[in-house]
């Protein structure tokens, strides 16, 4: 039997109309997914930097690490590469063993379920219940620092410990006991590009909290960047108070446009450990609430008070008008000349030779000193 032509058009329309239905419910269920879950599943992945707006500036770490499902499996170029990513597997699949290795070490307080939300604790933690706590305005009338309310959702930052435990167990050169001036320091583990591999929603979020802040601060209109043409510098899971002089002297973060710090301690949970940021000669205190972030410019010079008692853990991002910085670089230099050829070439490492002769054909002349380590590292 031979169908009309009019028959076909509407069972068109029919399949049309099922198939629209079908996917917009399915879109509304991945939209909550999107910005409820802060490790995003990889079939989900594209469509979720779709509707959150958070697209990686380098894909090198994807074209790396996710395999032809979309799973991390690459972390260490070497023979262990393949011991290593199973080890890191198994330890964020039992992410309470690795936050109790954490607490071993005294490097956080506390622990936050890592249950999803319910659906009261969701409107609780939406983007809509972000609110601005504090401010500085600086002398000329221009915001620099902006606190924020409801930043992070507790089972986000249980998230990131977990993560921040299993890479401090099984990639120790990523954790360091760093010491600065006059005795002051901070445990530090870095979880720089790792974050966005196992984490994209969170990376998602931190972006989403900073659209609020500059939004308020109206650093758009002063002519200051999007965040979402910003690559991801750094990003390190902190912790205060394992030093005998605890805190951090004043210091801008040199290189970098944009700081984001997340509390992950309660106030009353430490002494002390003030962030001050300068205002000419003068230090405007904030000491924000477990889950708040500190949005600044990066320019602004800043610290922590010293700690009398206590722990004080926090995690902080840095943001910079170069790509997103791929394993195994920390918090690199902006005039690496290895990490200079990297951002011009789109993402391809070069060898020590290719540098070389990218330095001579651009005129700088300090490039194998820099590579001998000659050049005094900027203080981080």
Known sequence: MMMKKTDLTNSTKLLFLILTMFRLNGVTGYQDECWTDPAWPPTLMEYC???TGYKPLNQLWKKQF????????RILESETDEDVTEDLHTCLDGGRRAIDTLADLGMLDSYYSHEALDS????????????VANSLINSTGYPVV????????PHYASALQILAACIRKHIPPNF??????????????????????????????IQAVHDFASKHAGWKSRGLPSIRDLGLRTSEHLA???FEKTGLT????????YTILFSLSDPDEYEGGEYY?????????????KFSAIVFLSETYHGVEGISWGRREMYTNEFWDLPDVPYPYNRPDRYDPRFEYFAKRGGRWGSDEEVLRYCESIGRDDCEEYMRGGEEEEEL
Not at 66 to 73: A, F, K, Q, T
């Open 176 to 205: 360091e006991h760093r010491e600065f001036q006059d005795g002051q320091g901070n445990d530090c583990t870095y979880v720089t590009c790792i974050v966005q591999m196992y984490l994209p929603g969170l990376v998602a979020r």
């Open 240 to 242: 205060y108070g394992t």
């Open 250 to 257: 004043q210091h801008d973060d040199g290189g970098s446009i």
């Open 49 to 51: 930097q779709g509707e």
């Open 120 to 131: 009261d604790d969701e409107a609780a933690w939406s983007l809509d219940e972000l609110r």
């Open 277 to 289: 940021a300068l205002d000419g000669d003068d230090k405007v205190h904030f000491k924000p609430e």
């Open 66 to 73: 996710l395999d032809s499902e979309g799973r991390p499996h």
């Open 146 to 153: 902006m606190e924020i309310e409801n930043a992070l959702p």
